[in-house]
């Protein structure tokens, strides 16, 4: 199956800051991997649909503006 996921460096705002910000304001949920090797501020995001990743790229630039 083809990769549904994205990886990214959240460098305006800390990754644990932005998942707890994307939970309670839209209910979307990202997972922080920080803690790996090399992922220092990094976030993955899982899409299941188009709908989800609009939703995603929506909620993500309320936030960071």
Do not use: W
């Amino acid at each position: 199956t083809p990769a549904n996921r994205l990886l990214f460096r959240g460098e305006a705002q800390r990754a644990k800051l932005i998942c707890q910000r994307l939970l309670q304001l839209h209910g979307i949920v990202l997972r922080d991997v920080s803690g790996g090797a090399g992922l220092n501020e990094c976030l993955r995001i899982s899409i299941g649909s188009r709908e989800d990743m609009d939703a995603v790229l929506a909620a993500l630039g309320a936030i960071l503006g």
